[in-house]
């Protein structure tokens, strides 16, 4: 019979998990990892296959804390705020986490249609917004979409470390943006507007 592994798949990720938030994406290699963990590299290539499996576990992991995050917004009213605010207490709290989600060098470049389904799951936001000021479908995706991005550029700056905002300044500026474009939704013919431009795929510079 084999020996019984020393660490389970889990413990690696998890400890995998606390490198990076620790140390950042580039540190997460096998050495780094065996030193943490406090033995060789080979329980680690017989758990996973290769660096790039045990780095895409990682990450999972690295989501699914983020969705914990977003998901507490459901217990407030309006929820769709909450959930940004929360985003980007995540990436104030978890800096090197969030890099690895969003900002990771690793990650190959992708049309922003994919970008946001990976990130965004089914989470059904645009639905919620959709119900709360009865807005048709390709509406509330516009706009669910496009506070996405403005959330993801507060974030970006949050994890940098570049600024931070209080609550009140965060729920300002997401609220402002927020009404208008619930503005420009309903003045504009944006279901129209939104089958002329084909989305491209992202270049290597």
Not at 108 to 119: E, I, R, V
Not at 132 to 140: C, G, K, P, W
């Given at each position: 019979?084999?020996p ?10 998890d400890?995998?998990l606390?490198?990076v ?8 290699t ?11 590299a080979?329980?680690?290539f ?8 045990l ?10 804390l983020i ?5 507490k ?13 929360q ?9 090197n ?6 900002m990771?060098s ?15 799951g ?19 995706r ?10 993801f ?22 609220g402002v ?29």
């Amino acid at each position: 019979m084999p020996p019984k592994p020393r660490f389970t798949r889990k413990e690696m990720v998890d400890a995998g998990l606390e490198l990076v938030r620790q140390k950042g994406a580039e540190a997460l290699t096998a050495r780094e990892l065996a030193d943490v963990l406090g033995c060789s590299a080979r329980p680690i290539f017989t758990a996973f296959e290769n660096m790039d499996e045990l780095r895409g576990e990682v990450k999972k992991a690295a989501k699914e804390l983020i969705a914990s995050y977003a998901n507490k917004a459901m217990e407030y009213d309006p929820p769709f705020k909450k959930a940004g605010m929360q985003i980007i207490l995540f990436a104030s709290r978890e800096p090197n986490l969030f890099k690895m989600i969003f900002m990771s060098s690793f990650d190959k470049p992708t049309s922003f249609d994919d970008l946001f389904t990976s990130h965004t799951g089914n989470n059904k936001f645009d639905v919620v917004i959709s119900k709360a000021y009865s807005l048709t479908a390709i509406q509330a995706r516009y706009i669910y979409e496009h506070m996405w991005v403005y959330t993801f550029g507060i974030s970006v700056l949050c994890a940098l470390n570049q600024c931070n905002f209080s609550d009140a300044e965060l729920s300002n500026l997401l609220g402002v943006e927020f009404l208008a474009l619930l503005d420009y939704v309903r003045k504009n013919d944006v279901e129209r507007q939104l089958d002329l431009p084909e989305r491209v795929m992202a270049k290597n510079a």
